[in-house]
Nanobody, 119 residues
Framework: QVQFVESGGGLVQAGGSLRLSCVAS????????IGWFRQAPGKQRELVAR???????TYTDSAKGRFTVSRDNAKNTAYLQMNSLKPEDTAVYYC?????????????WGQGTPVTVSS
């Protein structure tokens, strides 16, 4: 099964930026639709952005205009550039292959990368 390793999180002040990375194992990354998810304390995990194998991107309303998802298939890596961060963006961020309905394809998750935005 494909494994994902997320990195790049940290503590940042409101209005700041972070760039998250997601490295996938295996050789099929380039054909995956990849999603970035987040889980805030006490809340369910939610999808915030996704990118198709061809580079088409979609975002939730909370991420639109502030987050940018991209990918480098040669490096088996997806990125999430987050700008104008808000305290409500505080969460652990994960990546996974995502199905067309927005649900994650794999049951197992990486360790995630925590993002804390201070006000």
């Amino acid at each position: 099964q494909v494994q994902f390793v997320e990195s790049g999180g940290g503590l940042v002040q409101a209005g700041g930026s972070l760039r998250l990375s997601c490295v996938a194992s295996g050789s099929a990354f380039s054909i995956f639709r990849i999603g970035w998810f987040r889980q805030a304390p006490g809340k369910q995990r939610e999808l915030v952005a996704r990118i198709t194998s061809g580079g088409y991107t979609t975002y939730t309303d909370s991420a639109k205009g502030r987050f940018t998802v991209s990918r480098d298939n040669a490096k088996n890596t997806a990125y999430l550039q987050m700008n104008s961060l808000k305290p409500e963006d505080t969460a652990v961020y994960y990546c996974n292959k995502v199905l067309i309905d927005g649900n994650p394809a794999f049951d197992s998750w990486g360790q995630g990368t925590p993002v804390t935005v201070s006000s």
